[in-house]
């Protein structure tokens, strides 16, 4: 079963390689990774896309909560959220075909980038689903010359956030 899981990470150079590493030692697959720094500079925010069964992810969350650099760790799967995913397409396309395109862009929620019919320039973000049909979509329209994708972006739906807690005075 495919995981997004979430991790809070003290932002120090080699944690990422270290959360890496964990992954490649154990034979474990990371389908996409993410990381960017959160509202406090000293943490990042890390999602990644790993797939297994329970007791495989479980064994993943329970050795990233062992590693030093790890503040959090959150399956983003086991309660309800929202996810997202980024995709730019670079597209060549015929001459005539960019009003089409770009009308089947704005009707999937995407906008146009750059109309440039030698490198007409897209994104959308959307569901994952969404993105493959999104791409597979534009492959039949055009020549595909690029595909850029962000990987998947989860956040709990619940009041609870994967936070660090503010300390108290």
Known sequence: MRHIIAILLQNE??????????????????????VAPTEDATVSRLTLVTTGSDAVIQQILNQLNK??????????????HLERELVLLKLKLAAG????????????????????????????????AEINTF???LGERGQLLEVVRSGALGISRSARALRVAAATV
């Open 135 to 137: 791409v597979a979509d």
């Open 67 to 80: 590693l030093v650099d790890v503040v959090q760790v959150l399956d983003m799967t086991r309660g309800e």
């Open 13 to 34: 150079a080699g944690a990422l390689t270290r959360v890496a590493g964990l992954f490649s030692t154990r034979g474990y697959n990371i389908e996409s990774l993410s």
């Open 97 to 128: 075909q960019t009003d089409a395109v770009r009308g089947h862009v704005v009707r999937s929620g995407g906008r146009v980038l750059d109309p440039a019919t030698d490198g007409f320039v897209v994104e959308l973000t959307a569901s994952e």
